[in-house]
T-cell receptor, first 114, second 114 residues
Framework: AQSVAQPEDQVNVAEGNPLTVKCTYS??????LFWYVQYPNRGLQFLLK??????LVKGSYGFEAEFNKSQTSFHLKKPSALVSDSALYFC????????????FGTGTQLKVEL | DVKVTQSSRYLVKRTGEKVFLECVQD?????MFWYRQDPGLGLRLIYF???????EKGDIPEGYSVSREKKERFSLILESASTNQTSMYLC?????????????FGSGTQLSVL
């Protein structure tokens, strides 16, 4: 069975500082990995995904994620955080070979302060 | 832009009532999903459908059923609502298409069962 873990319920960072939101995965075979963001009172929005290829994936709003096979991790990063990045972030894994049936993590609340 | 529309933003029902949550997407997507979102538990898959009149159980189908009579519409049914079904319900749609593969979410329905 596939699963993802987000070890931090909340991450606090000052505006302008780099941010990292952590995610580890467990899947047999090659993983399909995703990051989604949820702003208050909204549904989830797609940020980026890793299927194959470069280990550094670039996505929307200046976010990127680093795939590390040996550590089974897919951490979300941004070089300089904005207050408007404050939101709930979800990591997800899809079935090997594709398909939209995603398994989501528990979410990490990101708070960016002035 | 892809639009996934959920019929109600907030819904209050009584224990034992039959509840219908409606979801409509306008992008001719084959795949549709129902998740529930609870604090600390993330998103959990209830049911999904890869085609009209097709349905498959997700991870937590107990107490729920679904209907997909038309490609664009996917309904979630609570046969006899219970208080432990108080939650945020999210509908999503997408295609299994490699590079274009991602989910699009509705804004959610916050259901309270009293």
């Amino acid at each position: 069975a596939q699963s993802v873990a987000q070890p931090e319920d909340q991450v606090n960072v000052a505006e302008g500082n780099p941010l990292t939101v952590k995610c580890t995965y467990s899947v047999s075979g090659n993983p399909y990995l995703f990051w989604y963001v949820q702003y208050p009172n909204r549904g989830l929005q797609f940020l980026l995904k890793y299927i194959t290829g470069d280990n550094l994936v670039k996505g929307s709003y200046g976010f990127e994620a680093e795939f590390n096979k040996s550590q089974t991790s897919f951490h979300l990063k941004k070089p300089s955080a904005l207050v408007s990045d404050s939101a709930l972030y979800f990591c997800a894994v899809g079935p090997t070979g594709g398909g939209n049936k995603l398994t989501f993590g528990t979410g990490t609340q990101l708070k960016v302060e002035l | 832009d892809v639009k996934v529309t959920q019929s109600s933003r907030y819904l209050v029902k009584r224990t034992g009532e039959k509840v219908f949550l409606e979801c409509v997407q306008d992008m001719d997507h084959e795949n549709m999903f129902w998740y529930r979102q609870d604090p600390g538990l993330g998103l959990r898959l209830i049911y999904f459908s890869y085609d009209v009149k097709m349905k498959e159980k997700g991870d937590i189908p107990e107490g729920y059923s679904v209907s997909r009579e038309k490609k664009e519409r996917f309904s979630l049914i609570l046969e006899s609502a219970s208080t432990n079904q108080t939650s945020m319900y999210l509908c999503a749609s997408g295609v299994s298409d490699g590079p274009n593969e991602k989910l699009f979410f509705g804004s959610g329905t916050q259901l309270s069962v009293l």
